[in-house]
């Protein structure tokens, strides 16, 4: 069945330092993917929704500088947090809609980030 | 506001069954999902419900009331492997999930 991926899986960087986070789907096309973050003890927060060939569309209270979305292509999508700090040591979740079917949401694996 | 609600926190016995239930005020409905999250882990899909009534997998079952903006996870059989959060999540008219905060399940032998 199809799949989304998510690179690397875990990450522990430096306080001011940038980390890239990828997201793809293998074997279907998504023009939208959805970035999430998960807060201890809490439900996952929709950050953005990655648009391919235009700009992120970004939730409210959500920094556009500091957490930058670039949908390259039809299966990549990528989230970079900018100066990176211990507060954004989280657990960062993407997905995509399934092919031809919005209400069916693929979502990757997660990868977890450790800014020390 | 969009708003989705859910117990906190649960517990049962293994063997026995329990139901997690969910209510929702959404901007538009487009469907409910429940999913399954353990610890460290990216929520696992169980259910989607658009219509009303009860779908039935396996040992699990998601029932739907749109009228009522209310649905349920009942989990049947229950094993130790279910201790879980499971997560309920509406679509909105923008083709969007509203989360819940999830309902820990805590599974006792």
């Known amino acids: 069945g199809a799949v989304v991926s998510q690179h690397p899986s875990r990450v522990i960087c430096k306080s001011g330092t940038s980390v890239k986070i990828e997201c793809r789907s293998l074997?279907?096309?998504?023009?939208?993917m959805f970035w999430y973050r998960q807060f201890p003890k809490k439900s996952l927060m929709l950050m953005a929704t990655?648009?391919?060939?235009?700009?992120?569309?970004?939730e409210q209270g959500v920094e556009k500088d500091k957490f930058l979305i670039n949908h390259a292509s039809l299966t990549l999508s990528t989230l970079t947090v900018t100066s990176a700090h211990p507060e954004d040591s989280s657990f960062y979740i993407c997905s995509a809609p399934a092919p031809g079917d919005l209400y069916e949401q693929y979502f990757g694996p997660g990868t977890r980030l450790t800014v020390t | 506001g969009q708003n989705i609600d859910q117990p906190t926190e649960m517990t049962a016995t293994e063997g026995a069954i329990v139901q997690i239930n969910c209510t929702y005020q959404?901007?538009?409905?487009?469907?409910l999902f429940w999913y399954q999250q353990h610890a460290g882990e990216a929520p696992t899909f169980l259910s989607y419900?658009?219509l009303d009534g009860l779908e039935e997998k396996g040992r699990f079952s998601s029932f739907l009331s749109r009228s009522k903006g209310y649905s349920y996870l009942l989990l049947k059989e229950l094993q130790m492997k279910d201790s879980a959060s499971y997560l309920c999540?509406?679509?909105?008219?923008?083709?969007?999930?509203?989360w819940g905060a999830g309902t820990k399940l805590i599974i006792k032998p």
């Open positions: 990655s648009n391919e060939g235009s700009k992120a569309t970004y």
């Open positions: 999540a509406v679509v909105d008219s923008n083709y969007q999930l509203i």
């Open positions: 074997d279907f096309q998504a023009t939208t």
């Open positions: 959404t901007s538009g409905f487009n469907g």
């Open positions: 419900n658009v």
